[in-house]
């Protein structure tokens, strides 16, 4: 696993990406991507819509195939995976995509036993039950465990969501838009439990967003996407504050002020 030394620190990096190429035809989507993801981090990946944020996370996830560079997640090389040990590997890996509903007729409580059930044998009920507690009560919706999802407001969705990834306890957690469609105060509750269960479970994330309050809120460190390259990385306030530079300039007035 590659390790860089930062202030005097050994950071391991759980995500290593190098010079990423993907195009669909004539679009060339993303044009040598370099990305590390540090352990325990939270990573945003801001952009605006169609630069390629949900491409990046499919190619890390191993579910689409990039046409140059390398992908390696916590030490493995993913495109030299087989099925078996890629199945392996994804479920280290927490998704929390933009279209990873619930199941409507299922009860709380199924649908955070579901992807337990799946994927880990020879579990007792009483380890399931257990399980399910937890992620429930790392979500603050301990309450909920016997309702359906369409009792449930938008922001417990999304939380119950999130709460059906962390059951299997990722090492690594990937946001697609945690808070698209969300009003403030549910977004507010989103960026919060995302740093919550960083400082939890010393979760290491990406965070993909184009939502700015996000992004300060959760980002240790920003990535801006912008012609399929990551041109500025560092810290909200390194990103955004030399306003003169050209790039976060027309970034910027892409994004959020049209
Ligand atoms: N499987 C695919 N086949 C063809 N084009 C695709 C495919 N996936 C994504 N694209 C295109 O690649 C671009 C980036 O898509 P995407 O990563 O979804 O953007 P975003 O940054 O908004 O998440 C878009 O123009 C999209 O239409
Ligand atoms: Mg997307």
Not at 159 to 181: F, N, W
Request: with cysteine.
């Amino acid at each position: 696993m590659t390790t860089v030394k930062t202030e005097n620190k050994q950071r391991e990096a759980v995500i290593v990406i190098r010079d990423l190429k993907i195009s669909f035809g004539d679009l060339h989507v993303l044009r040598g991507v370099d990305l590390d993801l540090y352990q325990g981090e939270n990573l945003v990946v801001l952009g605006r819509s169609g630069t390629g944020k949900s491409v990046l996370i499919k190619i890390i996830a191993g579910l689409l195939q990039p046409d140059q560079g390398t992908v390696k997640v916590l030490g493995q090389d993913v495109d030299q995976l087989n099925s078996r040990e890629l199945d392996a590997l994804r479920l280290k890996i927490g998704f929390s995509f933009q279209s990873s509903a619930l199941y409507d007729s299922m009860t709380v409580r199924e649908n955070l036993e579901f992807p337990l059930i799946r994927n880990v044998r020879n579990l007792s009920r009483s380890d399931i039950d257990k399980a399910v507690e937890e992620a429930l009560a790392d979500v603050g919706l301990s309450q909920t465990i016997n309702q359906m999802p369409s009792e449930l407001s938008g922001g417990q969705r999304k939380r119950i969501g999130i709460a059906r990834t962390l059951i299997l306890k990722p090492q690594i957690m990937l946001y697609d838009e945690p808070t698209a469609g969300l009003d403030p105060i549910t977004s507010t509750e989103i960026n919060n439990l995302i740093n919550e269960v960083k400082e939890r479970h010393n979760t290491s994330s990406i965070i993909i967003t184009h939502d700015l309050t996000c992004a300060k809120t959760v980002g240790d460190r920003i990535a801006m996407l912008l012609d399929g390259r990551f041109e500025r990385q560092g810290t909200f306030e390194e990103v955004f504050e030399d306003s003169n530079d050209e790039r976060a300039k027309q970034f910027y007035e892409y994004n959020f002020v049209n």
